[in-house]
């Protein structure tokens, strides 16, 4: 059911000012350390990570009756959490742009959590990306949501459960692999997903691109698995028009929309839960991800 209406789905142009300055109030970048293990092995050594983190103006850790909404964020190829959100005290063009968001309320504040498939038993990147999951839902949520005030009253598998509305993921290429397998396989945790310059690679490399309609398929076989329905997903893809990943998206996305039990292709999300965006002059870049993020943003949550 959906429980609120949503803006259009069609590309909108950020305003230059969302991206050049965040005025006076400004949310503020922090670091977030934890412990993970190395998912393909069974040995038991621990591997420190961390995550930035974006805390919109106003986040008081000590207000308990507050609550936020919670946006994973994953990076692409040859990068890191820096690439959004810069380090500790920093603002950058994505900070700028959520700030912005945030005080002219097309969004709601919410939290963001830069993470990254890296790490450091595994240097296969596409493997990483989908595997990442084990450590996301084990590793960060666990600790990541006691420490901070998203909507999961308890950070137990049910907790996650019953604040899925409340839950986006997003990345950007090699990040948009790592976003249609959470979309595959944390349904009952995350209900929407802004996949941004990159297609699914669960059956290979670029396999949205040359294997379309299985690719399709498999996310729909998996999605069918869990139970949840159209009603319960919002998937906003995106990418450049001169972007190197178009060609690998595009076609996934049109295999998708065939799958009309799972997906339905539509302007606005009272009617449907699947949507892709091509950002007019841009590329395979972050100047793309800040506009799918701009568009893609107001039609996350609840
Ligand atoms: C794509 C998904 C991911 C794509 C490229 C990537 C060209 C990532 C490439 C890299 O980081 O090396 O669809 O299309």
């Not at 069609?10 to 503020?28: F, N």
């Not at 420190?48 to 009756?65: F, H, I, M, R, T």
């Not at 302007?267 to 568009?295: Q, S, W």
């Amino acid at each position: 059911m959906k429980s609120r209406e949503f803006p259009d789905n069609a590309y909108c142009k950020p305003p230059e000012e969302y991206l050049e300055s965040s005025g006076s109030s400004h949310g503020r970048v922090v670091r977030f350390n934890y412990k993970t293990k190395d998912y393909f092995g069974d040995d038991d050594t621990v591997y420190n990570k961390y995550a930035l983190v974006y805390l919109p103006d106003g986040y008081d850790e000590n207000d308990n009756g507050k609550r936020y909404n919670v946006l994973y964020l994953i990076h692409g190829g040859a990068c890191t959490p820096e690439w959004y959100l810069g380090g500790e005290g920093s603002q950058t063009v994505v900070t700028h742009l959520l700030n912005s968001m945030i005080r002219n309320k097309l969004i709601e504040p919410l939290i963001v959590c830069a993470v990254s498939w890296l790490n450091e038993y595994c240097e296969d990147a596409g493997r990483n990306c989908l595997n990442f999951r084990y450590e996301l839902v084990n590793d960060i949520m666990p600790e990541f949501e006691k420490r901070y005030r998203t909507y999961a009253e308890n950070t137990d598998e049910q907790g996650f459960v019953q604040s899925r509305k409340h839950r986006a993921f997003s990345g950007y290429s090699m990040g948009a692999v790592v976003t249609w397998n959470i979309l595959g396989y944390c349904l009952d945790k995350f209900a929407y997903f802004i996949p941004m310059s990159g297609d699914c690679w669960e059956l290979g490399t670029t396999a949205g691109g040359s294997s379309p309609d299985d690719t399709a398929a498999e996310l729909a076989r998996e999605i069918r698995k869990t139970g949840y329905s159209i009603d319960d997903l919002c998937v906003y893809a995106g990418c450049g028009d001169s972007d190197i990943a178009e060609p690998n998206l595009t076609p996934q996305i049109e295999a998708m929309k065939k799958l009309t039990d799972t997906f339905i292709y539509c302007n606005n999300f009272r009617d449907g839960n699947l949507y892709e965006c091509i950002c007019p002059g841009c590329g395979h870049d972050l100047k793309t991800a800040v506009h799918i993020l701009y568009n893609g943003l107001p039609k996350m949550f609840g």
